[in-house]
């Protein structure tokens, strides 16, 4: 599996992972404002089923990296675990120093714009690479290959599932901050994935494994 990869795609995302650390750690561990997908999944079922979030999101993950595995076979696989493993190091490297704007805390909107860059940025590399840093993004390429559908509508159709779920029991202004930056990021994760592309190139989930860089 791991001898079809090719290691500029690996380069790439492992500096979407990096980005997408850096910024979960210094803006969205700090705000409030979250993602939907995975993440909101499983605080919507700890809240109300009483479910851990640490047994929940190793089953969601799962299923949706068997989905992914399925659906755009080995070399997604080997990506992700490259992005996946990548995310992990990375987050582990930046936590080791404070955040860099503790002041985020007291700005939610900002920090949903902030986090959505760098959420939207570091998604973006990895997928355009091949690969899912997480859950929700082999959720949205594996969507995306079903449909047919651009994967930035993937991402949203998703994310806005949860997130109207979770207005059972999230603050609403709260939840605004997390619908503009679910809306952002998955308009930059489909932005980034698209550009330097010939325009006549289909631009889907699984476009981006068969692609050379």
Not at 3 to 15: F, N, V
Not at 87 to 93: E, G, K, P
Not at 177 to 196: F, K, M, N, P, Y
Request: charged share 10%.
């Amino acid at each position: 599996m791991f001898s079809l990869i090719k290691p500029k795609k690996c380069a790439l995302a492992l500096l979407g992972s990096a980005i997408l650390a850096f910024g979960l750690y210094n803006v969205h561990a700090l705000s409030g404002v979250t993602e939907g997908g995975v993440l909101g999944m499983t605080l919507f079922l700890h809240h109300w089923v009483g479910l851990s979030p640490a047994v929940t999101g190793l089953v969601m993950n799962a299923i949706c990296y068997l989905m992914g595995w399925k659906l755009l076979g080995k070399e997604f696989i080997a990506y992700s675990i490259v992005a996946g493993g990548g995310f992990s190091l990375f987050y582990a490297i930046v936590e080791q120093f404070d955040p860099l704007w503790p002041q985020l805390a007291d700005h939610p909107l900002l920090a949903a714009v902030l986090g959505a860059l760098f959420v939207g940025c570091g998604v973006g590399l990895s997928v355009r690479a091949g690969g899912a840093p997480g859950g929700d993004d082999a959720l949205a390429m594996s969507i995306s290959k079903l449909t047919h559908w651009d994967i930035q509508w993937a991402y949203l159709i998703s994310d806005l599932v949860v997130l109207a779920l979770s207005a059972t029991y999230i603050d609403l202004s709260r939840l605004g901050c997390s619908l503009l930056t679910v809306i952002l990021s998955g308009q930059i994760i489909g932005l980034v994935q698209r550009v330097g592309r010939r325009e006549d190139t289909p631009v889907k989930a699984g476009a981006a494994v068969e692609e050379q860089l």
